[in-house]
Nanobody, 113 residues
Framework: QVQLVESGGGLVQPGGSLRLSCAAS????????MGWYRQAPGKQREFVAR???????NYADSVKGRFTISRDNAKNTVYLQMNSLKPEDTAVYYC???????WGQGTQVTVSS
């Protein structure tokens, strides 16, 4: 059974940092591209970042230079380091097993003073 479990969300002030984690089980993690997405209230879910099996990365323009995606295959975990956070980064963040229907349950990130 495939499971993706996110953690690390919370409330942070503008300019602050958070690191999200997504722990995967039930799959051969190293064989999959992993992605992070987010959904703000009243908006559609949008792509944030992805990392391939070869550690190649892609980012949405809105987070480029501020967010960093990484993976630890030994721990079956993908991370999203978020720096210089802005109020517009407030959303529920989801990890996804790319090109599949498997998503995590989401973790709330709120950027507010």
């Amino acid at each position: 059974q495939v499971q993706l479990v996110e953690s690390g969300g919370g409330l942070v002030q503008p300019g602050g940092s958070l690191r999200l984690s997504c722990a995967a089980s039930g799959i051969s993690f190293s064989g999959y591209t992993m992605g992070w997405y987010r959904q703000a209230p009243g908006k559609q879910r949008e792509f944030v970042a992805r990392i391939t099996t070869a550690d190649s990365t892609n980012y949405a323009d809105s987070v480029k230079g501020r967010f960093t995606i990484s993976r630890d295959n030994a721990k079956n975990t993908v991370y999203l380091q978020m720096n210089s956070l802005k109020p517009e980064d407030t959303a529920v963040y989801y990890c996804r097993l790319q090109a599949t229907a498997y998503w995590g349950q989401g973790t709330q990130v709120t950027v507010s003073s």
